[in-house]
């Protein structure tokens, strides 16, 4: 009798160590928010407002919403008053923490000459990507350039030199594996700012922000509006306008930890459990593929199945959607025939085809006089050359 009892408390024992284990290892959500600029870095300036206090006090609603809203989620900030961190410091943060989303938080502006410095209006959000447009390159440059305040910038950063439009060259080569999630929030963002805060909407853009690069997770930056616009200015000092704008970003996220739950829910139902401590390494990304629903006439004239014949040519990308849209859709401004391919989970729209890359110069003028961030992709055997 006695063997029995030890041998049922030792299951016992067992069991509890065993569901404690679970518990344990169960990982929160670790959410990385980064409030840009601070301390001796006061960012853009406005008649009365620095930057680096908005997106602080942006930066800490958005927390406590989520601390105080969302279960399972720990909040961590890059920093949670007015002090100087580096851009690099930043990343380290975020990658230290194991961060599953980082948001950087930013206020815009434009140089002191422009005749629209005082009326420019709008939110955008920004993932990495290189820039298309001159417009989005100078507010890389702006945003990276706090690394001249480190002495030894030119080592840490590897040569990367923000002012030198040659450096970005770097961001075309980097695979970033996390730019569909990336991309899906930052529409989510525009979304909510438009619709919460009633902001301009200026758009999901990309360019090269270093704090972006070196953060290994789905990342955003957002510029939440205008520093040097009066009008804009005031809002974002208000403790109103601080709230919606933490507001809109916090809808965003809970539909992205919605979806980031459902996922991960489903992939715990259709495979096996992992017993080890070392995660499983993350599929590689399936390749780009035209999506060929019926054969259509090109720009060229040759029928879309003459994609697989070994020929290289070129199109005009112009957009990219998490949804697939009708041919005859308004978003494409008049411009037909429109074809898309799809890669992952997003819709990848083109505009014209050409065996000669100097051929495909036309169309990609008539293009880029309608969406900005066009350019030119090459194609072979119908699937998109990297």
Request: aromatic share 10%; net charge positive; glycine share 6%.
């Amino acid at each position: 009798m006695k063997h029995s009892y030890c041998f049922t408390r030792v299951l016992s024992l067992l069991f509890a160590f065993v569901l404690g284990l679970s518990v344990v290892s169960a990982k929160d959500f670790v959410l990385v928010i980064d409030a840009g600029h601070g301390g001796r870095d006061a960012g853009a300036l406005g008649n009365k407002a620095k930057e680096k206090d908005i997106n602080l006090g942006v930066a800490l609603k958005l927390g406590r919403m989520v601390a105080n809203n969302v279960p399972g989620v720990k909040v961590v900030y890059t920093r949670d008053k007015d002090v100087y961190l580096t851009l690099q410091e930043r990343a380290d943060k975020a990658n230290r923490v194991e961060g599953d989303l980082f948001i950087s938080i930013h206020t815009n502006s434009i140089d002191k000459k422009s005749p629209n410095r005082k009326t420019v209006a709008g939110a955008s959000t920004w993932t990495l990507g290189l820039h298309r447009s001159k417009e989005n390159l100078e507010v890389a440059k702006r945003e990276n350039s706090v690394i001249y305040l480190e002495n030894d910038f030119s080592t840490r950063y590897e040569g990367f030199d923000p002012n030198s439009t040659e450096s970005y060259i770097i961001f075309e080569f980097m695979q970033y594996k996390h730019m569909e999630q990336s991309i899906n929030f930052a529409s989510d963002i525009q979304h909510e700012f438009v619709s919460v805060a009633n902001r301009v909407d200026r758009g999901v853009r990309q360019a090269g922000f270093w704090v972006l690069a070196k953060t290994g997770m789905p990342a955003v930056l957002v510029e939440l509006d205008f520093i040097c616009n009066p009008t804009q200015e005031r809002f974002l000092t208000s403790e109103s306008g601080q709230t919606k704008m933490a507001q809109a970003i916090y809808n965003a996220f809970v539909k992205y930890k919605s979806d980031y739950d459902r996922k991960q829910n489903s992939r715990k139902g259709s495979a096996p459990a992992v017993t080890s401590s070392t995660p499983a390494p993350a599929p590689a990304p399936a390749p780009a593929e035209v999506e060929k629903p019926a054969p259509a006439k090109t720009q060229t004239g040759k029928a879309e199945q003459d994609d697989a014949s070994g020929v290289t040519y070129y199109k005009v990308q112009f957009m990219a959607l998490p949804r697939k849209l009708p041919a005859n859709s308004k978003e494409f401004k008049g411009l037909s025939p429109v074809e898309c391919y799809k890669e992952g989970s997003m819709y990848k729209y083109t505009y014209g085809k050409s065996t000669d890359r100097n051929g495909i110069q036309q169309q990609y003028k008539k293009v880029k006089s309608l969406f900005r961030d066009a350019f030119i992709i090459q194609f072979r055997d119908g699937k998109r050359v990297k």
